[in-house]
């Protein structure tokens, strides 16, 4: 994983993500390592659309390695975590994706994710502001 990015970076988005309680998610093809992705239990790394509960879970930042696309790394990932979380006692799980990440918006139709809706996010002098709408149109601040 650290390879593939800055080295202090990784350590440092590493670091405030153990230190916030978030869990780091392996999946291994043949031994290898072929993604990852976090969970967050009870708020959201970054200010956020909306508060979560103390059992909502915040799925963010999954990546699969280019060598190990098309073969459903993601949704493999996403799924086993779904059901772990859900024996642990977990309730709501929340996830994301960019309106440009259509890999990340597809892995999620496969999953048991709805979509909520599409939302824009503008942070002015410390507070966040939000937009939502159904299908991006209303969602866009004025």
């Avoid at 059992?55 to 280019?66: A, E, G, S, Y």
């Avoid at 599409?118 to 866009?140: E, Q, S």
Wanted: with cysteine; proline share 4%.
């Amino acid at each position: 994983m650290i390879s593939v990015w800055n080295h202090k970076l990784v350590h440092q988005n590493m670091k405030e993500r153990f230190d916030l309680g978030a869990s780091l998610w392996l999946i291994k093809s043949r031994d290898k390592l072929a993604g990852y992705g976090w969970t967050l239990p009870g708020c959201t790394v970054e200010p956020h659309y909306f508060p979560l509960g103390q059992k909502d879970v915040q799925f963010l930042d999954f990546h699969v390695f280019p060598k190990f696309r098309g073969r459903a790394m993601d949704w493999f990932l996403i799924t086993q975590i779904l059901h772990r979380l859900a024996a642990e006692g977990m309730g709501r799980a929340f996830g994301e994706a960019g309106e440009w990440n259509q890999a990340s918006i597809s892995s999620f139709k496969m999953t048991p994710f709805l979509r909520l809706g599409v939302a824009r996010k503008l942070t002015i002098f410390g507070r966040t502001i939000v937009c939502w709408g159904k299908d991006g149109t209303n969602a866009r601040p004025d």
